[in-house]
C-alpha cells in the first residue's frame, strides 16, 4: 500500500457523488476512481444476495487500479453488503451507514431520528441497529422512498412531482416527532434544498458524507496513506501513472455525466462506459 493509491468509490449511480463532493472538499490531494453502477439501478428494489454480488463485483474491479481503500458510497450496500465485502477483500472498505448514524445523535436534542433510505436498506433493519447499538434509548423512525432514486438519476431534483412525492414521505416522519432526518441514501444529498424546506426548520438534516469522508481522512491518517501528490492506476491494472480521477458507469454515459455536471458543477471529469458482461476485462471511453 502506498499514500500515492488511488481511493475507489462506487455507487448504484450518481448518488455516490454527494460523498465525491465531499472528498473533494476534504481530500483535495486523493485520487478517486468512481464506479456508477447506472445498468442496474435502483438497488433499493434489489434482494440482499443481488446487492452483495454487486458490491463484489464492483471492488474486484476497482481493485485492478490498485486501490488503497474502497468508499461504498451507498447506504444500501452499506446495509446489506458491508461485512461480506470486508471479510472478502484486504483492504479497507468504509460504509456511509455508520458515520450517518454518529453524526445523527450528535445532532439530534429529542432522540427521536427519522430516516430516509431505500426499501432495501429499510427492511435489511440496518439502521435501528446501528443506532441502538450506540444508543440503546433513541427512538428511529424509517422510511422507504422507492421514487426518490429515479428522480434523481434523471437529474430530477425539484419541481411539483419531486414535492408532492417528498410530502408523502416526510408526513410520516413529522407525525412521529423526529427532530433530525438522515438521507440515508446517497442520492437524496441532491433532494435536500426540497426536503428542508418541507421539513421545516425545526427538523435538521444530516448528510453522512461529510462524517464518512472524516471518517475516511483519519483512517488513511492512520495507516499513514494520505496522499499529497498525483498518481493513479491503469484500467487494465499495469503500473501506475499520473492521471486525474476516472468515472465509470456501468449504464448510458451521456445521462451519468450530465446529471454528474448538475451535482459537481465546474468539476471537470469524463465519464468511462463498463460494460457489465466484460466488466473483468477492457473499458471503452466515453463521455463529452
Ligand atoms: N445511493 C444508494 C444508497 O445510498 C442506492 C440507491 C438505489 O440504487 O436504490 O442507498
Same mark, same amino acid.
Given at each position: /500500500?502506498?499514500?500515492?493509491? =488511488? ?15 465531499? /472528498? ?23 434482494? *440482499? ?6 458490491? +463484489? ?10 486501490? %488503497? ?7 444500501? $450496500?452499506?446495509?446489506?453488503?458491508? =461485512?461480506?465485502? !470486508? ?42 441497529? #446501528? ?14 422512498? *422507492?421514487?426518490?432514486? *429515479?428522480?434523481?438519476?434523471?437529474? !430530477?431534483?425539484?419541481?411539483? +412531482? ?9 408526513? =410520516? ?11 440515508? #441514501? ?9 426536503? !428542508? +424546506?418541507?421539513? &421545516?426548520? @425545526?427538523? /435538521? /438534516? ?7 469522508? %472524516?471518517?475516511? $481522512? ?5 495507516? =499513514? ?6 498518481? @493513479? ?5 499495469? @503500473? @501506475? ?8 458507469? $456501468? ?13 459537481? &458543477? ?15 476485462? %477492457? ?6
Amino acid at each position: /500500500m502506498s499514500y500515492s493509491q =488511488p481511493i475507489g468509490v462506487f455507487d448504484s449511480g450518481v448518488g455516490g457523488l454527494s460523498v465525491v463532493r465531499q /472528498m473533494l472538499a476534504q481530500l483535495p490531494d486523493e485520487h478517486i476512481i468512481y464506479f456508477g453502477d447506472t445498468a442496474r439501478v435502483p438497488y433499493g428494489s434489489r434482494t *440482499p444476495d443481488e446487492i452483495i454480488a454487486f458490491g +463484489e463485483q464492483i471492488v474486484s474491479f476497482l481493485q485492478r487500479f490498485d486501490v %488503497k481503500a474502497v468508499v461504498a458510497a451507498c447506504n444500501t $450496500s452499506s446495509s446489506v453488503s458491508l =461485512p461480506v465485502l !470486508r471479510e472478502r477483500f484486504h483492504l479497507p472498505v468504509l460504509g456511509v451507514l455508520e458515520p450517518g448514524v454518529r453524526a445523527a445523535l450528535e445532532t439530534t436534542r429529542n432522540r427521536r431520528i427519522g430516516v430516509l433510505a431505500t426499501a432495501a436498506t429499510v427492511n435489511s433493519g440496518a439502521f435501528p441497529r #446501528c443506532f441502538l447499538a450506540y444508543d440503546p434509548g433513541v427512538t428511529v423512525h424509517t422510511q422507504a422512498c *422507492p421514487r426518490f432514486v *429515479p428522480l434523481v438519476e434523471a437529474g !430530477r431534483i425539484d419541481g411539483p +412531482e419531486v414535492r408532492a412525492i417528498a410530502r408523502q414521505y416526510l408526513q =410520516p416522519l413529522r407525525e412521529a416527532g423526529v427532530d433530525t432526518i438522515v438521507l440515508g #441514501c446517497t442520492h437524496y444529498p441532491f433532494l435536500a434544498p426540497v426536503i !428542508r +424546506e418541507l421539513a &421545516g426548520d @425545526a427538523i /435538521m /438534516m444530516v448528510d453522512p458524507a461529510e462524517e464518512t469522508v %472524516k471518517e475516511l $481522512s483519519a483512517l488513511l491518517a492512520s495507516l =499513514p496513506l494520505s496522499s499529497s501528490r498525483s498518481t @493513479a492506476g491503469s484500467a487494465d491494472g499495469q @503500473a @501506475a501513472e499520473p492521471e486525474g480521477h476516472r468515472f465509470f458507469a $456501468s449504464g448510458a454515459v451521456n445521462s451519468f455525466y450530465s446529471s454528474g455536471r448538475q451535482f459537481l &458543477g465546474d468539476f471537470p471529469f469524463q465519464v468511462e462506459q463498463v460494460n457489465l458482461s466484460g466488466i473483468d476485462s %477492457k473499458c471503452s471511453t466515453g463521455g463529452l
